[in-house]
């Protein structure tokens, strides 16, 4: 631990090579302050190569390490190997926590953040992000062979890399230059305009790890590419081996609180899952609603944007949370409820984000004991079948990106956090990321995914992935207006356990 520090407060990058091979030195803690104070630095990676110059019998004065031209990224180096080793996520799986009706919790940070915002919590983030990804993007074809870019020799043969995109940018030519690191350097490739490999660099996204295939140009490391590869999941396998029946009722951003609140449509919602509204088919459907998850900004909240003071109906975040108590009671006391928060609650910003604080809670504990609060994002787990519920901040950041993608459609936007295999490719913009020690966002093999925050409705499905955006119970807002959105409010999404198929059901027009 103490050489991965000193490394650190030296704005040096450990390789785990160099890090074992110093483990085995008699004093690693003197040998790593010798190496720091004398060796010049070319580029911020120690090397085992670094390591063996000073644990020969007659070593010398250390050589100096050669220069390599390269382009200057436009953003800090991402830091590439883990301040401890940990092992992958099968070997070491996350604690299951069972609650309310039989929901396990998978993963979720609440009660586990690590988060400091030291250099070294970014350092772990982005290597256990790279390293996850990594491990997926080389089951591809093509790609079981990956070099780090140190191992990249000039030449002509081809050759396979993965790495993080730190920069992307169009050259004079029309050409698309794509700037790609990992633990050991950087490497530039060029996507050239007149290959069916552009059309694939214009979805590439900044900070998010990709795979790339082609062939070193003359004289230079510049990769020429042939192929761009995302950690895509496989052709679905079938659907999940459901343990139990009844339906999962899924529905997001009820914004409690605001005077576009759609009081209306609610209380058709709460009516018809009490029996009370729809006929003979509809009353019986709800006798078998088990579970309603809620992705996200349950209460308007307060300070969120631009003139929201003026469309508030309760101003205080508690009086909210009270009134959001009050409605969630209505509902049979047999339906389980998930409350994952978004970026309206009261909770902190940045993502990953933590359940609601115990204050919080004790104002719904004191109306109810059938309710399960998580963070977002959370992985649980309902009669074997497996829902990453996550608020859907990042959707604005990926529109914005990808000209292909809309708010339109926001599930077929969805379909891009299985592609890419995170649920925040992008670092940096409109989604605030707290550089965690462990990357909570990353995508494994749901079943479904649940998410809200645009306010538009969607259902679709990717590689046997469930996509499911529910809109909203608020009506246009000003500052919706003002930005063209207009929302799909007042609908839900039930799942069957049994036959795994969503049904959607309208309370508002």
Known sequence: MEIVEKCIEQGIFLHPDAKQKLEEQEDPSQLIDKILKEYNFENPVLLPKHIEQYTTKNPGKPKQEKKVESITPKKPRKPEKKETTKKEPED??????????????????????????????????????????????????????????????????????????????????GHKLILLEDMTGEIPTLALKNRDVYSKSEEVLLDEVIGVRGALSDGSDLLMLDDIVWPD????????????????????????????FLEDAWNRFVNWLNGEYGGPEHQELVKNIKYLCIAGDLVEGIGIYPGQKEELKTVSITEQYREAARQLKRLPSHINIIISPGNHDAVRQAEPQPAF?????????????????????????IAGVEILVYHGRSLDDLIAELPKRSYEKPAEVMSEYVKRRHLAPIYGKKTPLAPENKDYHYVDKPDIIHCGHVHKFGVDQYKGVNLFNTGTWQRQTKFQKKKGIKPDPGRVVLYSLENHEPKIVKFCN
């Open 233 to 260: 999941l496989p052709l679905s396998g079938g659907k999940p081996q459901s343990k139990g029946d009844g339906y999962i009722a899924f529905i997001s951003d009820v914004h409690f609180g605001s005077t576009t």
């Open 357 to 381: 604080d115990e204050e919080i809670q004790e104002v719904f504990v004191g109306e109810m004991d059938n309710i399960t609060f998580v963070g977002n994002p959370s992985t649980i787990k």
């Open 92 to 173: 070491e799986p996350e604690p299951v926590e069972t609650q309310n009706g039989g929901i396990e919790v998978v993963l979720d940070v609440t009660g586990r953040s690590e988060c400091e915002g030291e250099l070294k919590n970014f350092y772990n983030y982005f290597n256990d992000r790279y390293e996850k990804i990594k491990k997926e993007i080389t089951k591809r074809n093509g790609m079981r062979n990956a070099r780090p870019v140190e191992a990249v020799k000039r030449g002509k043969e081809d050759v396979s890399v993965v790495g993080i995109v730190n920069e992307v940018r169009g050259t004079q030519n």
